[in-house]
């Protein structure tokens, strides 16, 4: 386990997964959401992720939370060597986006890009919630399973296995 991606809807537990990855494995961290977004919450000229994102890819160990660009997100899919996909239902998803909120209050969450607003990040989970069956659906799942033949995939699907998954990374 070198190269990892973490990805899955918003508020999935990513950020905690991709640090306990992180931390057990002596791997770097990015979150993508640090290059995604300039730190006033508004993004980032596309070619200066792209750039960052092809260095962090070239590089010879990582681990990756989010998903950000469809075409960065299958390059890094093709990169990594371990995959793994947080696709707790969507009700879950939901709570974990508001308690990131009020929680966020009075303390910045895990994994927040430095500076961004709270209440519009949580605006824009909660949007792109709305939007995320038309992309991690079952054809999504059964695609992600044609890459284990050649990489580790691990798809979490509750609450209980999140837990589980961040206790066996702490190890």
């Not at 770097?28 to 000229?45: R, T, W």
């Not at 070619?47 to 390059?75: C, M, N, Y």
């Not at 966020?104 to 519009?120: N, R």
């Not at 038309?134 to 837990?163: G, P, R």
């Amino acid at each position: 386990m070198k190269k990892v991606a973490v990805f899955g809807k918003p508020g999935s537990g990513k950020s905690t997964v991709s640090k306990a990855l992180a931390r057990a494995n002596a791997l770097p961290l990015h979150q993508l959401d640090s290059i995604v977004y300039k730190p006033n919450g508004e993004f980032v000229a596309r070619e200066k992720f792209d750039a960052a994102h092809s260095d962090i890819l070239s590089s010879e160990s990582w681990v990756i939370d989010g998903l950000g660009p469809i075409s960065s997100f299958k390059e890094r899919l093709a990169a990594a060597d371990t995959l793994v996909y947080i696709d707790l239902p969507y009700s879950v998803s939901y709570w974990f986006v508001t308690k990131r909120f009020l929680k966020g209050l009075f303390v910045k969450p895990e994994g927040w890009p430095d500076g961004s607003s709270i209440l519009k990040g949580t605006l824009n989970s909660y949007k792109t919630l709305k939007l995320c069956p038309k992309f991690w659906n079952e054809d999504f799942s059964s695609k992600l399973m044609e890459y284990s033949s050649c990489k580790k995939v691990y798809i979490i699907k509750t609450v209980s296995e999140l837990n589980d998954f961040s206790l066996v990374c702490e190890k």
